[in-house]
């Protein structure tokens, strides 16, 4: 479970644990959150404090699993990510790569570092948290976008590709969610757009179905799908209204926004 410390990793780490024979492996930067979650989880779980973007950590994660847990993993929750926002011709290619590096290629690398342990242990499954910004782009998330699109077509083709396998490979697209990385303060203020923010519970729930409950996809809540499908159904309406004005709200800041180091919030 990656992203453990906070948000939606935290409650999904939560939900898990009340399944029988639970046990886990929390991986985030900040230890001390780690292990108090950890100790106050009914099964076992131990933590790995790791930067998922630096060179070593899919290896460190692979090395701890073999240590403390002999090598079996039937699940794989790619959680970890985080958003600054910035127009293109601000933030440039070094917020895509930020976006990138940390949205896409840490998925990709820990899921390449733990493939041989998920296939070992199948049927297993990997769960992709991506985002309903993965299928919608607004202005100012273009990196973020990019880096779910990313993750949203790399997963499409991992599940099949996995099958024969028995590695199951589930997608999970959040709306907006009230955690510490995107509080979505904007919205909350208003109560024309409050009811929109939904609870990490919930996403947690849909990351059970997609793991263990193997379903392949997930909007959280359910309605942002007609989001997604009015994108391809609509498009030049859809472009017209994330153009507007109106559309600016939907453009919520972030606790990588004004800081270097997003877990800061
Ligand atoms: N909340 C929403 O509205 C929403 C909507 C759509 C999709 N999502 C996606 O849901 C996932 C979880 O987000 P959240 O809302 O729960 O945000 P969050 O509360 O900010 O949690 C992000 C998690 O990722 C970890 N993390 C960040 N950078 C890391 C790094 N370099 N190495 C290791 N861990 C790192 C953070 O822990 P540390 O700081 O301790 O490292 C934290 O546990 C993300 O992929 C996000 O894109 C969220």
Known sequence: MTGASTGIGEATAIRLSREPGAELVLVARREERLRELAESLPCRATYLAVDLTGEDAP?????????????????????????????????????????????????????????????????????????????????????????????????????????????????????????EGFPATELREKALTRWIVSKPPKVAEAIFECGPGRKAERYVPRPYALAAHSRILFPALTRRVLSGGAASSLTTSTGGDGADDPGSG
Not at 110 to 128: D, Q
């Open 59 to 179: 290896e460190r994660i692979r090395q701890h699993l073999e240590n403390e847990h002999g090598g079996e993993l039937h699940l794989l929750v790619n959680n970890a990510g985080a958003s600054w926002r910035a127009g293109f011709a601000e933030g440039g290619y070094a917020n895509v790569h930020r976006h990138m590096e940390l949205n896409f290629d840490a998925a990709v690398r820990l899921t390449e570092a733990l493939l041989p342990l998920l296939r070992a242990s199948a049927p297993s499954a990997i769960v992709n948290v991506a985002s309903t910004a993965g299928r919608v782009s607004r202005a100012r998330t273009g990196s973020y976008s990019a880096s779910k699109f990313a993750l949203i077509g790399w997963s499409d083709s991992l599940y099949a590709e996995e099958q024969p396998h028995g590695v199951h490979i589930g997608l999970v697209l959040p709306g907006f969610i009230q955690t």
